[in-house]
């Protein structure tokens, strides 16, 4: 496969402008007098509808469930941080010294906002079925891995359906520790598997714990 290439633009002050984290304008460090934001907003939008459409067409016999699951995880963060960091687009944003020494570069939030940004952009320098062509090269491709992989299905319930299918009776999850204030608490959660701790995860609530811990188990029990 071809290496992944940023599109050409008619306008390269949108690509500019979708390089541009805000903490570049104070320091002057773009030629655009604005950040990426604007343009995420529009290509958020408009890499769902793509998104969706793609799936719609490619998987006529699936139910509503299941393409919402597939797109949900085309379109997540790190997925597109993965693309993002493809199209060689951490060393292409324009920030701020600071930003960049915090690892804004390595920031999968960030990356996904850019890519996201790219895309509006595109849509503006050209038009819908530009952006579809484009992400036909550069995103939907990785939904072949997304599938096999079964990353479409949440942590909790792709470990339930691996450790069933081994003979190993059904996760159980409690909560082993609970920091900060009500307001922000921090759960942290093990996953049992067979009696024995599989995995460990934590997040700002339960179920976000819960799910951390099941794919931390689903890396060890399937090599990843």
Do not use: C, W
């Amino acid at each position: 496969m071809p290496p992944l290439t940023l599109p050409s633009f008619r306008d390269p002050a949108l690509l500019e402008t979708a390089l541009t984290h805000r903490s570049a304008l104070n320091e002057k460090l773009s030629g655009s007098g604005q950040s990426y934001e604007r343009l995420e907003f529009l290509g958020d939008a408009v890499l769902e509808l793509a998104t969706t459409q793609y799936l719609f067409d490619a998987h006529p016999r699936e139910s509503e469930g299941v393409l919402t699951a597939y797109r949900s995880a085309l379109v997540k963060t790190t997925t597109l941080a993965e693309v993002a960091k493809a199209l060689g687009l951490p060393e292409r944003i324009y920030m701020s010294k600071g930003e960049s020494n915090s690892g804004g570069r390595q920031n999968d939030g960030i990356l996904a906002d850019v890519f996201e940004a790219v895309v509006g952009a595109l849509y503006l320098d050209q038009n819908y079925q530009a952006v579809v062509e484009y992400l036909r090269q550069v995103l939907f491709p990785k939904f072949v891995d997304i599938k096999t992989s079964k990353t479409y299905i949440d942590p909790k319930s792709h470990l339930q359906e691996v450790v069933q299918s081994r003979g190993m009776g059904t996760p159980s999850y409690r909560v082993t520790a609970a920091t900060g204030p009500d307001h922000d608490k921090e759960f942290v959660v093990q996953v049992m598997v067979k009696g024995k701790t599989a995995g460990q995860g934590s997040g700002k609530s339960k179920q976000l714990a819960q799910q951390a811990a099941a794919q931390q188990a689903l890396e060890v029990l399937l090599g990843q």
